[in-house]
């Protein structure tokens, strides 16, 4: 688990799992607002979703991915945008340019 405490008041953690994509199912199934509404790869190396339970801390539930994961994840561009724990959101399909 990874802890953060920005300036704001909001509690950022992390929680490595064995199958996010399975937590985030059984999320929905129960009616979990997830954020963004998909597991999604990072560029940083990892599968994970987020969400913010009722008092606004914000949770993220990741696991690293494989070396083949990460070989196959080429064309990731970062956005301006953040995502809900200050990263960059992604862009799928397309490339960063040199």
Not at 50 to 58: M, T, V
Not at 69 to 86: A, D, M, N, T
Request: hydrophobic share 25%; aromatic share 10%.
């Amino acid at each position: 688990m990874q802890f953060q405490f920005s300036k704001m008041g909001t509690i950022r953690l992390r929680f490595l799992v064995d199958d996010p994509d399975a937590l985030f199912s059984e999320y929905r199934q129960r009616g979990v607002k997830c954020n963004p509404n998909s597991v999604h790869d990072t560029s940083w190396g990892t599968r994970e979703f987020a969400l913010y339970d009722l008092d606004r801390n914000a949770l993220t539930f990741y696991r690293d991915l494989t070396s083949a994961e990460k070989k196959g994840g080429c064309g990731v561009k970062l956005s301006s945008k953040r995502g809900p724990h200050g990263e960059h959101e992604e862009r799928r399909g397309e490339t960063s340019g040199p």
